[in-house]
């Protein structure tokens, strides 16, 4: 059984910043790409950052220049440090990884509860 449990969400102001934090556990044999979506409310959840085992990264156009993902391969754990926020970033944020669970099978995407991130003054 594998888990993604995030933290860091909570109430900002406009311009102020947060960091997220996302821990994987349980049956782990490797975990391939990470990233953080959000789905804000009435809307589709969207990608807004990825990075792989190797520390290539992609982002959302909302994202480039303000968030910035990173991970820990030996802690497998992803974080994504979000500044100059705005409202509009105002979303559940979660936690995606692709994970095998052990070497006879593929990865499998698991995702975690979600944490809210409320930018609003």
């Known amino acids: 059984q594998v888990q993604l449990v995030e933290s860091g969400g909570g109430l900002v102001q406009p311009g102020g910043s947060l960091r997220l934090s996302c821990a994987a556990s349980g049956s782990i044999f490797e975990i391939y790409v990470m990233g953080w979506y959000r789905q804000a409310p009435g809307k589709q959840r969207e990608l807004v950052a990825v990075?792989?085992?190797?520390?290539?990264?992609n982002y959302a156009d909302s994202a480039k220049g303000r968030f910035t993902i990173s991970r820990d391969n030996a802690k497998n754990t992803v974080d994504l440090q979000m500044n100059s926020l705005k409202p509009e970033d105002t979303a559940v944020y979660y936690c995606?990884?692709?994970?095998?669970?052990?070497?006879?099978?593929?990865?499998?995407?698991?995702w975690g509860k979600g944490t809210l991130v409320t930018v609003s003054s």
């Open positions: 995606n990884a692709n994970i095998a669970p052990d070497p006879r099978r593929y990865g499998m995407d698991y």
């Open positions: 990075i792989t085992s190797s520390g290539s990264t």
